[in-house]
């Protein structure tokens, strides 16, 4: 694979990846019931809540780029804060 083709194949890959994100995201705002947001808000709320959540769900999907890659998608559609 020359330089040009891999050069292409990355930036496919972001493109692809930032298409997903932004998805998902609209996908949460569309979808995601007020029930939802309460729920991931109150147990959020604090930073060692917010932790636990992480690793519990990293634990269970064992992929930590899926967690961060939800997280940004909620904090997108707003259903979490920064």
């Known amino acids: 694979m020359s330089l040009f083709q891999t050069a292409i194949a ?3 890959m972001i493109a692809l990846f930032l298409y997903g994100l932004k998805s998902f995201s609209r996908e949460v705002k ?3 019931s007020e029930r939802f947001q ?3 808000s109150s147990v959020t709320r604090y930073r060692l809540g917010g932790f636990f959540l992480g690793a ?3 634990g269970f999907i064992q992929s930590s780029s899926a967690v961060t890659f939800i997280t940004v998608a909620l904090v997108d559609a707003g259903v ?3």
Do not use: H
């Open 80 to 82: 979490i804060t920064f």
């Open 10 to 12: 990355v930036l496919a």
């Open 38 to 40: 309460k729920l991931i």
């Open 30 to 32: 569309e979808i995601g």
């Open 56 to 58: 519990l769900l990293t």
